[in-house]
């Protein structure tokens, strides 16, 4: 298949409001003139988000959505279609990293809702969403470096990612006419830490190794059109895919204790 062409063409991205599902928003309408259906969970974000565009916000679409909810994906595939809108790619870019901690201090019922949101909700939008895009369109699914190699206090986070991660490789196997990318993405600086106790030393000192967010959602969106499979940014990542390839024994061990001696109160 020829790369995917985003010029002009209609995009949904699910945590468009924040984070690098805002970048990617942003990097598709100002060098593609992209149209975004921008989905997050608070339409207030969106608004913000559309605002910031200035005169390009006509191709900021926000719609406002609780994306672990099966109904809702139905409800969009829908609107689609009674609107004659057909998508050409499906970013899902919206999850949540919850609090640092060991398993068995983990509540069942928010270790349900991580798995909503890292997981469920992109089967449900590629459930209902992939029929409906035309033949060389794409799927790009957010996975995390967790899933590359697993490490202790994130437990719940590692398996959601890693649950995305499996889901995505298998079906890339089944569809034929569009690609499906999985991307697995090392610290970046947006905000996912909100979830966790942080003081402003702590951190500093995980941006310092951290990449933006705007490389980062170049390098995905270049990546998207290239139809390549597998999508790995930033360096700590790549090590982490690394150390579990060779040594996956020892690799997730070597990780946890590097995180504990950081010395950022976080990871102890």
């Known amino acids: ?45 969106l608004l913000a988000v559309k605002s910031e565009l200035g005169d390009k916000g006509e191709n900021y679409i926000p719609y406002p959505m609780d994306v672990t909810v099966l ?10 279609k009674k609107n004659d809108t ?10 949540v990293l919850p609090k640092f901690e060991r398993f068995e201090s983990v509540d069942i019922e928010k270790a349900k809702q991580v798995l909503d949101l890292n997981f469920y909700s992109v089967l449900y939008s ?28 994130v437990s719940m986070y590692s398996a959601s990612k890693a649950a995305c ?3 995505s490789e298998s079906i890339s196997c ?8 999985t991307v697995m993405p090392g610290f970046v600086r947006t905000d996912i830490m909100k979830n966790q106790e942080i003081n402003e030393r702590d951190k500093g000192l995980i941006n310092l190794f951290s990449a933006r967010s705007d490389k980062v959602a ?15 940014t930033g360096m700590d990542a790549h090590l982490m895919n690394f150390m579990f390839k060779f040594f996956p ?10 995180l504990k001696k950081s010395g950022i109160e976080m990871f102890k």
């Not at 057909?86 to 999850?95: D, E, F, K, M, R």
């Not at 170049?218 to 790995?232: D, G, M, S």
């Open 1 to 45: 298949m020829k790369r995917v062409d985003f010029r002009g063409a209609t995009v949904i991205v699910t945590g468009a409001s924040s984070g690098i599902g805002r970048s990617i928003a942003k990097r598709l309408i100002d060098k593609y003139a992209s149209k975004i259906i921008a989905i997050a969970r608070g339409e207030e974000r």
């Open 71 to 80: 109904e809702n994906w139905r409800a969009l595939a829908d609107f689609l």
């Open 86 to 95: 057909v998508p050409l790619v499906l970013i899902n870019c919206a999850g």
């Open 126 to 153: 590629v459930k209902e969403i992939a029929p409906l895009l035309p033949r060389g369109g794409a799927i790009a699914n957010i996975s995390s470096a967790s899933a590359l190699c697993p490490f202790g206090m």
């Open 165 to 167: 991660e499996r889901f």
């Open 174 to 181: 089944e569809y034929r006419d569009i690609s499906v990318s």
């Open 218 to 232: 170049k390098k995905i969106v270049n990546k998207i059109r290239k139809r390549r499979r597998r999508i790995i």
């Open 249 to 258: 024994r020892k690799a997730p061990r070597i990780i946890s204790w590097f």
